[in-house]
């Protein structure tokens, strides 16, 4: 298959004949998918910095390698998630391509309309394929930061799987983990529209420093005193008067660890405030932490379960 179609094709920019021909294509063989799964994985790794674009595809791909060796501190995943094959993009109907982040990690990625995202640890981002050409609608399981590229024609959606959020050309942040019961969102620049789940309804407008916040039903909308807790894109992490409850759940999904606590007391308290580097690393976390909210911990071997008692 030629490499310059198949770019045409992550681009969006294919006609439909040319994508039955892609898709017709790799269904053919594995060595076919396997080929795909390579030239998508090299597209996706040239999008995060325009600077690799004009060189050779070899150095590309040992930068790809070379962000995937996570050090602590600031890491860019170039898409060491995985595509759903079976699921999405060999799926003629769905068409859907799928960036999934693994615990611990970040990512960034530049959509075929310009739109840049950032991806938070667990986080999934599904788009189609022919994104952009009609319509711009992603489905979001995670947390993200988002810059979306203006075009009032094609407003841009995002799909969770308790709110809706449409916007035309600006800049918000997105948590919305699924099984979570939460939906936050933080609105850095323009204005954005918030909708129920499979409705087109609106529930508000939010304009720039507007908080909106859905906890199982029950909204919450306020201005933002700061952006400190949107520094998770530089790997930092930082709290402003959260539930104790809040931050185990982003520690969770942050360092890819179970945390059950024994005594439920603990988790009635309220209002921490506290900034961390990423290499601190949890246990760093969880002392600082307690030395306000005076508590214990103890990590098991394969470092994966933690209890607080």
Known sequence: MNQELLYKYFKGNASIEEEESILQWVEESEDNKKKYLEERTLYDAILFNDRQIKRKRSIQLVSVFKWGMRSAATIIIAILGYFMVNDYIYNKEAKLQTITVPAGQRAQVTLADGTKIWLNSQSTLSYPANFGRNERNVDLNGEAYFEVAKNKDIPFYVHTNM???????????????????????????????????????????????????????????????????LRWKEGLYCFDDVPFSCILSKLEKYYNVKITVSNPELLKYEGFTGKFREQDGIEHILRTISKDHPFHFRINSEKDSITIY
Do not use: M, Q, W
Not at 200 to 215: C, E, G, Q, S, W
């Open 163 to 229: 709110n809706k959020i449409r916007v035309v050309g600006t800049k918000f942040n997105v948590c919305a983990y699924k099984g979570s019961k939460e939906f936050e969102t933080t609105l850095v620049e323009g204005f954005i529209d918030i909708y129920a789940v499979h409705s087109n309804t609106v529930i508000t407008r939010l304009k720039k420093n507007d908080f909106f916040a859905n906890y199982d039903g029950k909204y919450k909308k306020t201005i933002l005193p700061s952006y400190e807790y």
